[in-house]
């Protein structure tokens, strides 16, 4: 679990955190959304500890972030599975190599071992036959596949994804969604998404937090999201055409 | 003030790069690869620049000397002065900035605008470490570069001298055994060193830290090799009058 008090980040005289109180479950896929500029991307990078916050507290099971020494956070790092919006996927390595980096970076596993571990974890995301591909060679849903085996295969007790869905047609991305929600309950991880794609708050919120303007203006899941009280939130809702429709369909109803 | 501000930032990344070191396993195939990189495969345009640079200045040479009071063994003697002290050392890490320069600053720029280098610090990894210092070890074989660049040049200056008729063989030779001070080699090769190590970090720094997308790695590689340029020279003239006036 990870628990966040009064975080507060400001970059010069612009505050783009205020006072951002949330808790994120083990076990569940926990969304951030909220429009751009709304400070998703720089409350996921406070999280991450590669921003560091100008106010408040962020603690992964109890520990203070801010207290680890490099060590600590080395090693917490460690337990860190990331997801980037473009897959951050290393372009001179295979997929092979990049799903084995990890392991060779921390672990003392032979080279069979690894090469084992890897099989399993891009079987896992249905990546059987693109092992000695380039990321530049694949397509990009099987990039953001490929980033997931990468971030799953140290099996991390965390996992943060960016945007996981940008750039992805809604079949795949659905794909991507409901295998980020299965890894998530299998490993018993705490996920954190960051997205403003409605159909991920459908498919996988189960629990939500809305930014707006860097304060949490809204908490719940994806079964209340829709009766929300806050008029932001519903506008967010409902700036999809779809939805928006479905909406008029039922109130004709 | 702005350069006052990037040389801090230079200075305090150096210590970055020195600290938290890489897993040893993966960080002596790092610096193979970086070996390849850049020094085996910068080798061809040095063998042809050397070669032909060093045939130009002996025939340059040759031309201007007019008076009959001046013996032949001067032109081997000038070619093996100017390519020792300067053309190998200098000129060839002013041409190898915007060779390796660019490569370095696009590599680095492109992993830090596709995230790549957010990757690694977030898996825990001391990036700076795992990318710049692999080229530091790597370019520790440049001086390597700079001998083959002082032999090829003086031999293009002999071919160019017997082939084209300006001196003989025996007088070009003995022009580059006389006077010989073997220290000007030594002089050399320090300059080498430092060459190498403004090669590796000066582009890196400026990789590693530009900001935006593609059209920014572009301007960052073109600023890198300016900037690589003016400090291998500035030192140059520093090497020059520490060791050698």
């Known amino acids: 679990m990870i628990r966040v008090k009064h975080l507060h980040k400001q970059f010069g005289e612009t505050s783009i955190l205020k006072d951002i109180s949330t808790d994120f479950q083990q076990g569940k896929t926990n969304l951030i959304i909220g429009g751009s500029g709304s400070g998703k991307t720089v409350f996921l990078k406070c999280l991450l500890g590669l921003y560091s916050p100008d106010g408040g507290q962020i603690y992964y099971a109890d520990r203070l972030l801010s207290d680890m020494d490099n060590n600590a956070r080395k090693q917490l790092r460690q337990k860190i599975g990331m997801v980037f919006q473009g897959g951050a996927l290393f372009d001179s390595m295979t997929v092979e190599e990049n799903v084995m980096f990890p392991l060779r970076m921390f672990t003392d596993m032979s080279h069979q071992e690894m090469l084992h571990q890897v099989n399993e974890v891009l079987s896992r995301v249905n990546l059987n036959e693109a092992n000695k591909k380039f990321p530049s060679e694949i397509s990009g849903g099987m990039q953001k596949r490929v980033a997931i085996a990468r971030a799953i295969v140290n099996n991390p007790r965390y996992l943060f994804c960016d945007e996981p869905n940008s750039g992805l047609d809604p079949k795949t991305a659905m794909v991507i969604d409901n295998l980020i929600m299965e890894i998530t309950q299998e490993y018993n991880m705490t996920t954190i998404i960051n997205t403003h794609d409605m159909n991920s708050v459908m498919e996988i919120g189960q629990n939500i937090v809305f930014l707006e303007h860097g304060c949490v203006a809204w908490e719940g899941d994806s079964t209340t999201i829709f009766n929300a009280e806050k008029q932001e939130v519903l506008d967010f809702v409902y700036s999809s055409n779809l939805f928006k429709k479905i909406r008029d369909i039922q109130r004709q109803k | ?245």
């Open chain 2, 1 to 245: 003030m702005k350069h006052f501000r990037e040389i801090g930032a230079y200075f305090l990344m150096l210590g970055q790069v020195f600290r938290r070191p890489t897993k040893g396993s993966v960080l002596r195939e790092l610096i193979f690869k970086e070996v390849e990189e850049l020094i085996l495969n910068s080798l061809g345009i040095v063998v042809f620049i050397s070669f032909f640079v060093g045939g130009v200045v002996s025939i340059q040479t040759a031309l201007n000397i007019d008076s009959p009071l001046i013996p032949d063994l001067l032109v081997g003697f000038a070619t093996r002065q100017s390519v020792i002290l300067e053309f190998a050392p200098t000129f060839i890490s002013i041409v190898m900035a915007g060779k390796i320069g660019s490569f370095i600053t696009s590599s680095i720029g492109s992993m830090r605008v596709t995230e790549q280098i957010d990757a690694l610090e977030v898996m825990g990894i001391n990036s700076l470490n795992y990318l710049v210092f692999p080229k530091i070890i790597a370019l520790l074989f440049y001086p390597f570069v700079i001998g083959i660049a002082m032999f090829l040049g003086i031999f293009g200056g002999w071919v160019a001298t017997v082939y084209g008729g300006f001196s003989s063989s025996a007088a070009f030779i003995e022009g580059i055994q006389s006077k010989f001070i073997p220290f000007h080699l030594v002089y050399a090769f320090i300059k080498s060193f430092v060459f190498a190590f403004i090669l590796a970090t000066v582009p890196s720094f400026k990789g590693y830290y530009m900001t935006g997308g593609a059209l920014e790695v572009g301007k960052a590689s073109t600023t890198a090799f300016v900037w690589t340029s003016v400090i291998i020279i500035l030192a140059n003239y520093v090497i020059t009058i520490l060791l050698l006036s």
